[in-house]
């Protein structure tokens, strides 16, 4: 078996795998190393209990790029999207907020709240479509170095100002507060209705350590409505069993296009030469030859672990040691013997087919936020919840429900340690369970198993480090032509042939694949042009 | 009967005076309306116990912008800026504490005593820190360019801002662009190691706002701070001999020179609009003063939701304004003391103890004890520990008291203007002790010490200096709300949907504290339409 390729991509999560799928097409040798025993890195669905499986880290799929789906042809290496309707978020007082796909039905429903607010959802609903229209194409560029004179980037900026330009005055003022007001300040202009608010402002403050009344969290409220199946905007759902279908859609596509994948492949080093990148060294002492080099896990792990500090210069390991992980939450799946039943809406039904939010009110939301910022997990922390077995049963046992409980927040950086997570860790999933048990009292006795997931497991099992999500948090100073560290936005590394592909590039974290294939983008352009 | 007349101006805060003057200067005959007696704004001094006077609201300048106090000749006609070695004061509750100076080297020292490594950083961020600064000067001076129709003079003096930014060099490039939205804590965290270093440069960073040390966005209030006070990483103080008041009488005295009339006791009740321009005042005495252009120093709320019939404005720009936040979360407490407070931690050798309280003293030894203040008030109440940001005049001009004694003036954060429990008229005194008390853990023998309190709400600021919801820059310094923005998008070149109608107050760029460069800005962008 040869062990020279043309492109060794570190990692067979997403990105890792969309870029080495586009690598392939284009002719270039590729091989994808994974860590585990399993593709897919954080998108992944493993059996944690016999019959029982679950999508053990990310949950739901809403931003994989259109492009991508097309162009690799995903549908028909088996991934399937189910929808996944609606938002239910059930209320101290008895009552609940329910906002479904249908648009009539979700403004009937907030007007039982609010008739100001209902009148303000239509508006609000269409604001969020433009906002979208302009962002989109930002999502699938590379972006420019605002330093250089480079006529390209310099072009990029203007094509950027221009859009700015060219929206209407009401577009251009909601952009700009957008991109610079904290969630809660945004939707306070449009709505009055406390819970609406909470459970939108939730959306803005996933996967970071931002609460919802911090400045940049506004923005994230977009992704919300840019979520994008088949052309429709909006539309959330599941990949028919579990998101790690998705991984092994992609996956499939990456081997057709003739790329080979290894599992079980951890690396030990990268091997730098003269300021080159060529190949790596796995942990089992195998040396594998490789002109292109890209890494889709995050830059703490492929620069300071991965690299001899003495290839890289000081003030980029600098950056790279600044670039912000933090992470913030953590993940309960739970095996059920039968379905959680909501006090403010009892038995089963369709509220329960789409995400339940525990977000009953503003303040709890910020009481989260300031639990961590001192260092300990949230008493009565924000949950996204989604039973993904009703849309898909192939995933649990006849009559038996898996629960996916997302949990904000939960810091990696605890007062006492990172390390006391595995001492805290039970007491985080019992914090879960009571405070999905104050809204469904029945949960505590159809438990059958439970898993917790911290942010100390989510570094040592998938290699985020601290626990981040995103491979980095997404706040305003780590994004576009910042992400992940300034000057390095566009995928390449100061050790030529070494590249960057992961969430920790432009356009971040979530399941969107863009990341990989604009990396493979630019490292085609490098490899027609003969750089490497 | 109306009387004709060429320019009112509304409010003789500085701003006022400085747009006052610029327009005199170029032969219009602006008339000053001040509704208070003394004209000066939240700039003023009083005498509020026998022999005891202190700058009633702001108790240092912005700096006052060199080149207007230049214009102005501020100087010739008395004004007397002080501004003491000191610069700050940060004790710890240890009873150890941290003493920044004008002079690097020498505070850097002081540093070392804490950690080695933060002396050596604290001039490194310094120096990057002023040549930052020295870059956003220009933005402050300029008006920001029209968003939809940029003019060629907009791009030119972009431009020009554009080559000293590339001036910078990557680095500093960069760190500008990074440095803006992000959190005041993570960027002294990059820097420092020290908790008390950390909390003393992030204090300038969320002074005056509604946002905690952890709020994305208040690194840019501190770089806009710094912008103005010529990027020294202590900050800067000035004080005014004879207090701020002194500043805004110099001020009134060179407009009048230049010929604009300032008449006192003389309250706008509302804005006349015919035909979609303004037509002049009319008082609440029911005085008319018609005008050929009307210039407000009040903050855009007051002004264009108080003094304007909403008739005369488009409902989408008044659902814009109403959305413009203005809340404030800034009380003030200002002490008469029998004598210097004992510091604890000017106990022992060396301390100086009037030296070392020359300049601000700042109380929010740590970032967490900084974002806990925030914390209290996000939920309607005020700090019960609060971050506090003080002066002792008296120490630098002994005028202010009688002989031996002193004032200290305190500006304590957080203070909501719309408390949860409770209204600020029973609950007044509470803060004041509230505000000793947690001064008392570093000065013990400060209580024995106050002879008279005077305790100033956010409701104060509103009722007694036109101070929307108490907000003293008139308002929130988010970055929604600065340079283009401010106050609204489209909006930001101190002219307003209505023809002849300005605004030159803190709620135009760039806004921040004395320096007069709203008043400068607004006044050259005026005469530009005015003809």
Known sequence: ????????????????????????????????????????????????????????????????????????????????????????????????????????????????????????????????????????????????????????????????????????????????????????????????????????????????????????????????????????????????????????????????????????????????????????????????????????????????????????????????????????????????????????????????????????????????????????????????????????????????????????YAPYKLKEGPQDWDRQREAFGDTVVDSIAQFAPNLKSIIRHRQVVTPLDLEREFGLSEGNIFQGELSLEQLFFLRPVPGWAQYRTPVKNLYMCGSATHPGGGIMGANGRIAAMEILKDWAKGAI | MATARDVVIIGGGHNGLVTAFYLARAGRKPLVLERRPVAGGAAITDEFHPGFKCSTLAHTGGPLRADVARDMQLETRGLQILRPETRVFAPSPEGRALVLYGDVARTAQGIATFSKKDAAKYTEFHQSLRRIASVLGDLESMAPPSVDHPSAGDLWSLLKTGRRFRALGKKDMFRLLRWGPMAVADLVAEWFETELLRGTIAGRGIFGTFLGPWSAGTSAVLLQRAAADGGEAAGDVSFVRGGMGALTQAMAAAARAAGAEIRTGADVARISVKDGAAKGVVLTTGEEIASQAVISNADPRRTLLGLVDPLHLEPDFLIKMQHYRCVGYTAKVNLALSGLPAFTALKGPGGDGAAALSGRIHIGPEIDYLERAYDDAKYGDFSKAPYMDITIPSIADPSLAPQGKHVMSIVAQFAPYKLKKGDWATRREELGDTVVKALAAYAPDLPGRVLQGQVITPKDLEETYGLTGGQIYHGELALDQLFTMRPLLGWARYATPIRSLFLCGSGTHPGVGVTGASGANAAREILKTLR
């Open chain 1, 1 to 408: 078996m040869s062990t020279t390729y043309d492109a060794v991509i570190i990692g067979g999560g997403h990105n890792g795998l969309v870029s080495a799928a586009y690598l392939a097409r284009a002719g270039m040798k590729t091989l994808v190393l994974e860590q585990r025993h399993v593709l897919g890195g954080a998108a992944v669905t493993e059996e944690v209990f016999p019959g029982f499986k679950f999508s053990v880290c990310s949950y739901v799929v809403s931003l994989l790029r259109p492009e991508i789906i097309r162009e690799l042809d995903l549908p028909r290496h088996g991934l399937e999207i189910l929808p996944l309707d609606g938002t239910f978020t059930p209320m101290h007082s008895g009552d609940y907020l329910w906002r479904v796909n249908d648009h009539g039905k979700t403004v009937r429903e907030i007007r039982r709240h609010s008739k100001l607010d209902a009148e303000a959802y239509e508006e609000f609903g269409q604001a969020m479509v433009q906002m979208c229209r302009f962002v989109k194409p930002i999502l699938s560029m590379t972006p420019p170095d605002p330093t250089s004179l480079d006529p390209r980037g310099l072009m990029k900026l203007l094509f950027l100002g221009r859009r700015f330009q060219a929206l209407s005055g009401q577009d251009k003022y909601n952009q700009v507060q957008l991109m610079t007001m904290s969630a809660i300040d945004f939707l306070d202009q449009w709505f009055e209705t406390d819970v609406l608010k909470a459970t939108m402002s939730a959306s803005g403050i996933i996967g970071t350590f931002l609460g919802v009344r911090s400045p940049g969290t506004a923005y994230v409220l977009l992704h919300h409505y840019m979520g994008e199946i088949d052309g429709a905007f909006r539309s959330w759902g599941f990949a028919r069993g579990g998101t790690g279908a998705i991984s092994n859609a992609i996956g499939d596509a990456a081997r057709e296009a003739g790329v080979e994948i290894r599992t079980k492949a951890p690396i030990a080093k990268i091997l730098v030469k003269d300021g080159r990148a060529k190949g790596v060294v796995l942990q089992n002492g195998d040396e594998i030859q490789a002109d292109v080099v890209s890494s889709s896990v995050d830059p703490n792990l492929t620069f300071l672990k991965m690299i001899d500090a003495g290839s890289l210069p000081d003030e980029f390991l600098e950056e790279v040691r600044r670039y912000k992980f933090r992470g913030s939450s953590g993940k309960v799946n739970m095996a059920l013997d039968a379905l959680p039943d909501f006090k403010c809406l009892p038995g089963p039904g369709a509220h329960l087919r789409g995400a339940i939010s525990i977000s009953p009110s503003v303040e709890h939301m910020e009481r989260a936020y300031d639990d961590a910022k001192y260092g300990q997990f949230s008493r009565r922390p924000y949950i996204d919840i989604v039973i993904p077995s009703l849309t898909d049963p192939s995933v649990a046992p006849p009559g038996k429900h898996v629960m996916s409980c997302f949990v904000q």
